[in-house]
């Protein structure tokens, strides 16, 4: 069996779930808060959701849902407090201007404009801690955003899963 990529580009999807949303940043958010904020190369995963949601519904998820989850990340990690929401409200401007954009894209390019969104994202919160008198924490500091940027095809295909049409053609209706 053969799997024609066009015709799943063109697929027609279903409206969003606003529960699916709201559960998919909320998983986003406890899984950022468990204890290995120190650990080099974990990827930042509620940016890189929010940073979805933004790109595939810019009407529904925006910079003030960014600066809320921002402050939550802030107040929880006991980071500087505006670190986080700053760094995410310019990740979310950004992501809703460029949507239209990244959406023309193949899979991999899309993943290559999330890499320079998040790398932005993580150099804004690095800046933030550096003005704070924080030392520079390494070059390994970055790798999440590249490690988030591969995993940009497989978080695609999950958060789009429940929006996809079936299969299955019904051969009395037009669409």
């Known amino acids: ?19 699916f949303v709201i559960t998919t940043m909320m998983t986003a958010l406890v899984f950022n808060l468990l204890p ?6 974990i990827p930042d995963i509620l940016a890189l959701v ?8 810019p009407r529904k998820i925006g910079v003030g849902t960014a600066w ?7 107040t929880g990690n006991g980071a500087l407090l505006g670190q986080h929401a700053f760094a995410y409200a310019v990740l979310a401007f950004a992501a ?3 949507s239209r954009r990244i959406l023309w894209f193949p899979i991999w390019p ?3 404009h999330v890499f320079l969104l998040l790398l932005g994202c993580q150099g804004l919160m690095l800046i933030i ?17 590249i490690i988030s940027a591969v995993m940009w095809p497989l978080v695609n295909f999950v958060l ?14 037009p669409i």
């Open 110 to 112: 899309q993943a290559l």
């Open 36 to 41: 290995w904020r120190d650990i080099a190369g």
């Open 1 to 19: 069996m053969s799997y024609n990529f066009e015709a799943r580009a063109q697929r027609i999807l279903l409206p969003v779930n606003p529960l």
């Open 129 to 145: 801690r550096l003005a704070a008198g924080s030392p520079f924490p390494g070059v390994l500091y970055f790798s999440g955003s």
């Open 50 to 57: 929010l940073g979805f949601w933004c790109i595939n519904q």
């Open 96 to 98: 809703n201007t460029l």
């Open 160 to 173: 789009l899963s429940p929006q996809r049409r079936p299969e299955s053609v019904d051969e009395n209706r």
């Open 68 to 74: 809320l989850f921002g402050l939550i990340m802030d």
